[in-house]
């Protein structure tokens, strides 16, 4: 394949022959506010960074969350939760690659990618076992890598490009093939990878078991490549599929289904800005809704954390 990107140029080949395709080839952080204001209710957490400013509401919404909505923390501004989300991944990245010696990482697009910047600072960039890391996306647009749509150059600009993670390690489809043809050879490529012992697979359900998902949230609530009211928000037999009419441009996708999304071991959803508020209301406020949005679905298998500015949860 060829690109018009240098970065991409030089790790960017096609390969037909094997599933799926590995590639990719400042100033010290501020800490985020030093107390919180935790509540526990049915075993959910909330906290907030700036008790003071942070509306009494918000007590009575915390004890609306349903049992097994996980930690839900909210900080003043993106710029905390980019600090807080920096060291949490940080923190499972070492626990994991201590037991084992693979750590399965999943990323979405959007917003998400700006709010890892801190991973490639001081301390993580020098702490990090970073060749342990195996990267793979929760959903990709079926465009050229070097495409503006693509969330491996999203990705990759803002993130991958930064960090040592070996190329053979960052698994992204085969942009060469159509939609459906690039949701098979994502899903051989997993099954490849369980084959090797790189990824595990869920006791519980049998699909594949990712150690962390790093995930952002549209403002109607979807995740990954699955939206409300679409189909595939029911699919619970593939690993990855695809989707041909997404409401949201491009229309050609590939995406994890829920069983898979699931099925991880840690999850985190990070959510910013007021344009989201009304989605999050809806999967974390205190009013009751006939409307579950994708969002509201995600439950992984050990944790979920959610990571909002005071806009993001401006309604709970």
């Keep these: 394949m060829a690109c018009s990107c240098r970065s991409l140029l030089s790790f ?38 700036n ?19 996980g930690k839900v923390k909210v900080f003043d501004s993106e710029e905390e ?15 994991i690659t201590k037991e084992k010696s693979s750590f399965t990482v999943v990323l979405s697009g959007g917003s998400l990618i700006a709010s890892l910047r801190k991973l490639v ?14 990267v793979f996306w929760v959903d990709e647009r079926v465009v050229p ?40 050879d994502y899903e051989t490529c997993l099954k490849h990878l369980v084959t090797n012992n790189v990824l595990q697979v869920s006791s519980k359900t049998g ?38 009419d997404s409401p949201k441009p491009p229309p050609e996708r590939i995406t994890f289904t829920f069983p898979v999304i699931n099925s991880s071991a840690y999850i985190a959803m990070v959510v910013v800005g007021a344009g989201k508020a009304p989605a999050i209301e809806k999967t974390l406020g205190k009013g009751q ?8 679905m995600v439950s992984p298998e050990d944790e979920m954390t959610w990571f ?7 309604n709970i």
């Design 12 to 49: 960017s080949t096609v390969r037909t022959s094997q599933p799926c395709i590995p590639l990719f080839s400042s100033p010290v952080s501020q800490k985020p506010r030093s107390f919180t204001l935790a509540l526990r209710y049915r075993g959910v957490s909330l906290i907030c960074s």
């Design 51 to 69: 008790p003071r400013k942070f509306r009494a509401s918000a007590r009575s919404s915390m004890a609306e969350v349903e049992k097994g909505k």
């Design 81 to 95: 939760v980019a600090v807080d989300l920096a060291k949490y991944t940080a923190d499972i990245s070492n626990k």
């Design 121 to 134: 600072e001081v301390p993580y960039i020098d702490s990090i076992e970073w060749g342990k890391w195996h």
């Design 145 to 184: 890598k070097d495409h503006v749509d693509s969330n491996y150059k999203l990705a990759y600009d803002g993130f991958l490009s930064k960090v040592p993670i070996p190329p053979g390690q960052v698994y992204a489809i085969n942009d060469a093939l159509s939609a459906e043809g690039a949701a098979d």
């Design 207 to 244: 699909f594949p078991k990712f150690d962390l998902m790093l995930l952002g949230m549209g403002p109607d609530g979807h995740v990954a490549s699955l939206f409300p009211g679409h189909p595939l928000v029911k699919e619970n037999k593939r690993w990855v599929t695809f989707i041909k």
């Design 289 to 296: 809704n006939s409307e579950v949005l994708p969002v509201g």
């Design 308 to 314: 909002l500015d005071k806009q993001a949860a401006s």
